[in-house]
T-cell receptor
Framework: DAKTTQPNSMESNEEEPVHLPCNHS???????IHWYRQLPSQGPEYVIH???SNVNNRMASLAIAEDRKSSTLILHRATLRDAAVYYC???????????FGKGTRLHILP | DTAVSQTPKYLVTQMGNDKSIKCEQN?????MYWYKQDSKKFLKIMFS???????INETVPNRFSPKSPDKAHLNLHINSLELGDSAVYFC?????????????????FGPGTRLTVL
C-alpha cells in the first residue's frame, strides 16, 4: 500500500500558483519524498524530491513540514500543460521498490 | 535522444498469443523496471532488475517472463495472453535500486506500450 495520502483531484486557474498537499505521517528519518507526474497518455516523469529541507527546481518547489509528516508541491504559475496526475511517493532504503498511490488529478482551468 | 524507449507503442493481439515488449535505456543506469497500469490507472511494479539480476517479482503470473540481455535492455515476454493482461506497460530505469542506497534516485519512465488483448 502507498504510504502517502493525497486528495483525489484539484482544480486551479491558469497562471495561478498551485499547492498540492501530501500526508505521510508514517515517514521514517531516512525516507525521501519524491513527486512524479503523469501527463495524459505519457509515462510518469520526475518532478522533484527532498529529504528535510525545502527544494526548488525549474519545474516546481517542494515544501516539507518541519516534522516531515506532510509536504506540498508548489507549481508557481500553472499552465494548461501542467494538467496531470501528481504522485507523492516515499522512497526508503529499507524497501526495494516505490509504490505509486492514486495521486491527485490536477485540472487547470483556462 | 530518448532516454528510455519501448517498442511497440501499441500492441493488439488475440487471446492465447505470445508477445514481447522491448525496452532500452541509454542513461547508463544499472536498474530497470516493468510497471503495469490497468484501466483504473493504478501503476504497479511487476519486475525490477539490477545489473541483469532479477530483484523484484511482484506475484506476477509466470506467463510473464522478463529478460535482461544486458544492463541497457529489459524485455518482457508474455505467453498465452489473457483479456486481463490488457493494460499499459511502462519500462523505467534508475541508477540504483531502492533499498541499495537508491532511495534518492529518480526513475525515468518510457512512453508506455498499450496492450489490448481481444
Amino acid at each position: 500500500d502507498a504510504k502517502t495520502t493525497q486528495p483525489n483531484s484539484m482544480e486551479s486557474n491558469e497562471e495561478e500558483p498551485v499547492h498540492l498537499p501530501c500526508n505521510h505521517s508514517t515517514i521514517s528519518g531516512t525516507d525521501y519524498i519524491h513527486w512524479y507526474r503523469q501527463l495524459p497518455s505519457q509515462g510518469p516523469e520526475y518532478v522533484i524530491h527532498g529529504l528535510t529541507s525545502n527544494v526548488n527546481n525549474r519545474m516546481a518547489s517542494l515544501a516539507i513540514a518541519e516534522d516531515r509528516k506532510s509536504s506540498t508541491l508548489i507549481l508557481h504559475r500553472a499552465t494548461l500543460r501542467d494538467a496531470a496526475v501528481y504522485y507523492c511517493i516515499l522512497s526508503s532504503n529499507r524497501d526495494d521498490k516505490i509504490i505509486f498511490g492514486k495521486g491527485t488529478r490536477l485540472h487547470i482551468l483556462p | 535522444d530518448t532516454a528510455v524507449s519501448q517498442t511497440p507503442k501499441y500492441l493488439v493481439t488475440q487471446m492465447g498469443n505470445d508477445k514481447s515488449i522491448k525496452c532500452e535505456q541509454n542513461l547508463g543506469h544499472d536498474t530497470m523496471y516493468w510497471y503495469k497500469q490497468d484501466s483504473k490507472k493504478f501503476l504497479k511494479i511487476m519486475f525490477s532488475y539490477n545489473n541483469k539480476e532479477l530483484i523484484i517479482n511482484e506475484t506476477v503470473p509466470n506467463r510473464f517472463s522478463p529478460k535482461s540481455p544486458d544492463k541497457a535492455h529489459l524485455n518482457l515476454h508474455i505467453n498465452s495472453l489473457e483479456l486481463g493482461d490488457s493494460a499499459v506497460y511502462f519500462c523505467a530505469s534508475s541508477h540504483q535500486i531502492v533499498g541499495l542506497a537508491g532511495a534518492r534516485d529518480t526513475q525515468y519512465f518510457g512512453p508506455g506500450t498499450r496492450l489490448t488483448v481481444l
